[in-house]
Each structure stands twice: as C-alpha cells, then as structure tokens.
Nanobody
Framework: QVQLVESGGGLVQPGGSLRLSCAASRSIWNIAVRWYRQAPGKERELVAD???????SYADSVKGRFTISRSNTKNTVYLQMNSLKPEDTAVYYC?????WGQGTQVTVSS
C-alpha cells in the first residue's frame, strides 16, 4: 500500500498556470504514475500518464498545455498546467500502485 498526497490546487484565472504535486510514501522508481481529474457530474478521466519507462502521454484536451514529470529522489510526481481554461476545473487525483490520493481542487474562473 502507498500513501499519495496531492497539493498545489487552487483558484486561477483563465490563461494562468498551476503546478500540482503528488508525494508518494514509497519509491516511484520504475512505477507508472497517472493524473486523473473529475469535474462535477462527470466521470473521472485520465489526464496524463508517466509510464514505468518514463514516457508520457496526455489526453487530447490537455496536450500541449500540461506536462507530467517526476522526481524519483523525492518520490514526487508533478503536473504543470499552463494556459488553463474554465473546463479544466475539477478535482485532480494522482494514482500509483493501484492507490489514489485524496485529490486537490483546481478552479479556473475569472
């Protein structure tokens, strides 16, 4: 079992940026880590994926705006979100070792 703690969410204006962090209680070396999000009334969707070989993939809706990265020494995964849009408003979750974090709220609004 692993504990995952997300942070970095908040309120930002359209066009702004946020960086989310997901700190894991054990090593994420060679482990796939993913960011998901869930907007009110919608299903949870995969946003970004960092595979066990560290290649990245993204949902079409965030491609070119979001970047997933990791620090293996800090057991932390990041999601850099730029050019944010109101439709990016959601609770963002990270997932690793079949565990979920508690989520962090991102609200994009003027």
């Amino acid at each position: 079992q692993v504990q995952l703690v997300e942070s970095g969410g908040g309120l930002v204006q359209p066009g702004g940026s946020l960086r989310l962090s997901c700190a894991a209680s054990r090593s994420i070396w060679n482990i796939a880590v993913r960011w998901y999000r869930q907007a009110p009334g919608k299903e949870r969707e995969l946003v970004a994926d960092s595979t066990s070989t560290y290649s990245a993939s993204y949902a079409d809706s965030v491609k070119g705006r979001f970047t997933i990265s990791r620090s293996n020494t800090k057991n932390t995964v990041y999601l850099q979100m730029n050019s944010l849009k109101p439709e990016d408003t959601a609770v963002y979750y990270c997932r690793a070792y079949d565990s979920w974090g508690q989520g962090t709220q991102v609200t994009v609004s003027s």
